[in-house]
Nanobody, 122 residues
Framework: QVQLVESGGGLVQAGGSLRVSCAASGRTLSDYAMGWFRQAPGKEREFVAAISWNGGSTDYADSVKGRFTISRDNAKNTMYLQMNKLKPEDTAVYYC???????????????WGQGTQVTVSS
């Protein structure tokens, strides 16, 4: 069993930066690939980024490519999402997830955090 807890969300102006974190407990994070997803009000949850178990491979949604960076520190059992050049359309609840493979399919992730709100003002 893995427990995931996101932190670092908040309110930021458009063009600003924010880093959200996902801390794991229960099992070592290096056993899993990880992903970030987000859900805006009235919209379905969507893929943001994913990273392999050792951080060697990453994937990004086209909407965040070049602005967001996913990373992980297995020694700290923590994953990060650095978000730069934020836009109002990035406003959403951001969720981290852990699973057996790096994928943009949310159903293939086993463990989920409770989410952290990111709000970007125009």
């Amino acid at each position: 069993q893995v427990q995931l807890v996101e932190s670092g969300g908040g309110l930021v102006q458009a063009g600003g930066s924010l880093r959200v974190s996902c801390a794991a407990s229960g099992r070592t994070l290096s056993d899993y690939a990880m992903g970030w997803f987000r859900q805006a009000p009235g919209k379905e949850r969507e893929f943001v980024a994913a990273i392999s178990w050792n951080g060697g491979s990453t994937d990004y949604a086209d909407s965040v490519k070049g602005r967001f960076t996913i990373s992980r520190d297995n020694a700290k059992n923590t994953m990060y999402l650095q978000m730069n050049k934020l836009k109002p359309e990035d406003t959403a609840v951001y969720y981290c997830a852990a699973g057996p493979a790096r994928t943009f399919y949310s159903v293939q992730y086993i463990y989920w955090g409770q989410g952290t709100q990111v709000t970007v003002s125009s």
